[in-house]
């Protein structure tokens, strides 16, 4: 060390310095200041409303109480919501609004009869001829109301018997319609296939659409109370009359395909099945579709 005083000075400081530096100054945990709110995030909301939650779990341009997903319980997406499309929606709302027609209808009807039966009669004699010419009008009057609510009470009745349709399409869920529909179709492929339409030696190929209107019975078809439904119509052609005429008849061959349900009877008159026949190397393929091909759901 007295040889090397200068090296023995830089050894000790930097131990010294090493030391320093491993020292540390820290205030007591009650000097800290700890706050006593949860912190919140800033966030966009797609709805609102009128009051505001008691608790709240993010800062937003309104208030919104409740909502958001199930699992994040926050909208991912600050765009208006929309309402969820579900298969089969379209055929259940347009059937309720036709069941509130028809009740808005009959209330109508309702009150015309009322106002026309609480309507004193003509006068039909009067003394002077003015006034029996006044009467006269008032009787024609009378005939055309009467004839018109005649006519009235005739539609009302043939649209009151008029066959209940349901559709079963590629989005049924019942147990009850897809299970039949699933009997209909491998009736269909069997006999499709082992009959595989052919002209002479040469096999038909093609695909087409046809919608099968089954009745309660299973039949094809519906003819009753003025009522008369097609048992099977083309809906698109093949291209091929030949095709077209012997997928037809296939159908009809299998027909009647078993009586509805309890339940299916209650509900409809004529099961409307839009099915695709597919006729290829691999046999016959039906399947239905999920509405007539050009038109929305029903």
């Known amino acids: 060390m007295r040889e090397h005083p200068l090296a023995t000075g830089l050894a000790i400081s ?12 820290v205030a007591p945990d009650r ?9 919140l995030d800033v966030v966009l909301v797609n709805a609102k409303s009128a009051n505001a939650p008691e ?12 909502g958001g997903e199930h699992d994040g319980e926050r909208a991912t997406s600050p765009l208006p919501s929309r309402a969820l499309d579900r298969d089969g929606a379209p055929v259940a709302q347009i059937q309720r609004n036709v069941s509130e027609l028809e009740a808005v209808q009959e209330k109508l009807l309702t009150q015309l009869r009322n106002q026309y039966a609480a309507t004193p009669a003509s006068p039909r004699h009067r003394a002077d001829a003015p006034q029996h010419g006044q009467g006269l009008d008032d009787q024609n009057v009378d005939q055309k109301i009467a004839r018109l609510q005649a006519e009235i009470d005739k539609q009302l009745r043939a649209y009151q018997t008029r066959p209940k349709r349901g559709q079963v399409t590629a989005n049924t869920r019942e147990v ?18 082992a009959h595989f339409p052919q002209i002479g030696n040469e096999r038909l190929y093609g695909e087409l659409i046809v919608t099968l209107n089954v009745n309660q019975r299973g039949g094809l ?3 009753k109370d003025g009522w008369n439904v097609a048992g099977v119509e083309v809906t698109r052609s093949s291209g091929n009359r030949d095709l077209d005429r012997r997928a037809v008849a296939i159908v009809q061959a299998n027909a009647p395909f ?4 309890a339940e299916m009877k209650q509900r409809y008159d004529i099961l409307e099945i ?6 290829s ?10 509405a007539p091909p050009g038109a929305a759901a029903q």
Request: aromatic share 12%.
């Open 176 to 193: 009850a319609y897809a299970r039949y529909f699933d009997t209909l179709r491998h009736r269909v492929e069997r006999y499709g296939t």
């Open 274 to 279: 839009v099915t695709r026949m597919t006729f």
């Open 31 to 39: 000097f800290r200041l700890h706050s006593a709110d949860t912190p």
């Open 14 to 25: 930097a131990v010294v310095h090493l030391l320093a530096l491993a020292v540390h100054f």
């Open 55 to 66: 608790k709240a779990t993010a800062l937003a341009q309104a208030n919104l109480v409740g």
């Open 221 to 223: 078809g519906y003819h």
């Open 258 to 261: 078993g009586d509805f349900s």
């Open 281 to 290: 190397r691999q046999g016959v393929q039906a399947e239905t579709l999920a």
